[in-house]
């Protein structure tokens, strides 16, 4: 938890201070292109040109699980890794991990005065100003290796500013932000595939037929190295609910993966997959290579990521509702809400309850209906301090159109207020919901 000491309290403020008039440089939020990155890093030095070797990570789902477990692979390693993620679920500050540990207020008050300074008033969108912040964070502190989640699509995004990364992994392509990607899997994935370099291995999940074509073709025409779940490397799922990995020339038999959800053994098997490909062609500082395998099995197994079907064993939720299981998952979109289905069947064959509240940037009909087989009660609530959020009433709305036992509600433990105490509950329909409720939960990602 953030210490709550004067000189602490007093960096959180600055820290939220300069965020707040970052955020006032450029009149939208999301304005897709690379001309003012590139400027703002060269005030600041280019500091992209100084970062510790880098796996850039694009995809519609599962980029964050499959840098967890990037992370946990490579710390149990002994690698000391710095991550870039978003969004945040409870504090900027889980954005930048420095070689292991979140950045501190005090660090990223600093930080962010610095390159706001070099920046002056040109307009740059909050996602540009605050990457390049981050860039210049990984720039100065040293590590083994860097971990780049993009913020949205690939090709155009903020972090596509390196020359050549030490690899690329795309996960799963799906349907989502047309309005900035694309009307097409095509088209999304062709925004995606914008990572990739030259003679740089690209790992990809198994994809849509549209989206790998695209990536193929794209891959060919630039000379990457294209590998692919299924064709290039293979998984399957073991009796135990390990892993059986076929890369690099050898097969690996790797543990459950400490993250809940079928599709995590994918996103598990894309991340070793990368990892033990890169050792093998020593890409990768070694501790040797049997005690390499061992750590990788090790941090699949150790592998944590706040608000991804994690279940809420204790804090003011477990406190308030004792009956049954309290789980939490930001998923969001269509092709999340298959895999949380299909998870939370695994994890309980019976009814849930559901607590939900979503963005009005989709239909929630979509996310709604994989959800309906399983939903005992429905309790929909608008998402605090979001002012794209839905209302409780049109989320109630959506809810009560499928044929859903559905009841609005004013707050999050409002909404425990006659749940069934026979089902277990999961809390879901976006990561700024799930970071609202750890923040209620007093359980803040550390």
């Known amino acids: ?39 703002l890093l060269e005030k600041l030095g280019n500091p992209h040109h100084h970062l510790p070797p880098t796996i850039h990570v694009a995809g519609t789902n599962g980029k964050g699980s499959t840098i967890a477990f990037l992370r946990a692979m490579a710390e149990e390693a002994g690698l000391k890794v710095h991550v870039y993620s978003s969004p945040h679920l409870c504090r900027f500050n889980e954005r930048i991990r420095l070689a292991g540990r979140l950045i501190d207020d005090g660090g990223l008050a600093d ?12 307009a740059v969108t909050f996602f540009e100003v605050t990457t390049a912040a981050a860039m210049l964070a990984f720039s100065r502190v040293p590590a083994d290796l860097l971990l780049l989640e993009t913020g949205l699509g690939g090709a155009l995004d903020s972090t596509n500013v390196l020359k050549t ?4 992994i795309i996960t799963p392509i799906a349907q989502d932000h047309e309005h900035f990607l694309g009307t097409n899997i095509g088209q999304i994935a062709s925004q995606k595939a914008g990572i990739m370099r030259a003679q740089t291995a690209c790992y990809s999940a198994d994809q849509q037929a549209e989206a790998m074509h695209v990536l193929i073709a ?15 490397f293979h998984l399957a799922e073991t009796d135990d609910g390990g892993i059986h990995l076929s890369c690099a020339g050898k097969d690996f038999l790797l543990p459950a993966p400490g993250l809940r959800g079928a599709h995590q053994l994918e996103n598990a098997g894309l991340a070793a997959a990368c990892l033990f490909d890169l050792a093998a062609k020593n890409r990768l500082p070694s501790c040797g290579q049997s005690q390499t395998e061992n750590a990788f099995a090790s941090g699949i197994q150790s ?13 003011l939720l477990a406190e308030l509702w004792p009956h049954r299981p309290i789980w939490l998952d930001g998923a969001h979109n269509a092709h999340g809400a298959r895999a949380l289905a299909k998870t939370l069947g695994q994890i309980d064959g019976g009814k849930w309850n559901i607590i939900c509240g979503a963005l009005n940037t ?21 998402i605090p301090d979001q002012p794209a959020s839905l209302s409780a009433g049109e989320m109630t ?25 026979a089902y277990p509950v999961i809390i879901c329909g976006s990561l700024y919901l799930a970071g609202h409720v750890l923040v209620q939960n007093k359980t803040l990602p550390d």
């Open 1 to 39: 938890m953030p210490s709550s000491s004067p000189a602490a309290m007093a960096a959180a403020d600055r820290a939220a201070a300069a965020l707040e008039r970052l955020a006032r440089l450029h009149p939208k939020l999301i304005d897709l292109g690379l001309d003012r990155s590139f400027a």
């Open 111 to 122: 930080l962010l005065e610095d390159v706001e300074t070099a920046n002056g008033d040109m």
């Open 165 to 168: 990364p030490l690899a690329t």
């Open 218 to 232: 794209h891959a060919e025409n630039i000379g990457a190295s294209l590998q692919v779940a299924g064709r290039d």
């Open 303 to 315: 592998a944590v990521w706040p608000g991804r079907v994690q279940p809420l064993n204790d804090g």
């Open 362 to 382: 989709r239909d929630p009909a979509e996310f709604l209906a994989p959800l309906a087989a399983l939903a005992g009660s429905v309790r929909c609530l608008a």
């Open 397 to 421: 709305a959506a809810a009560l159109a499928h044929g859903l036992d559905a009841v609005a509600a004013t707050s999050i433990i409002a909404a425990f207020d006659q749940l069934d105490p």
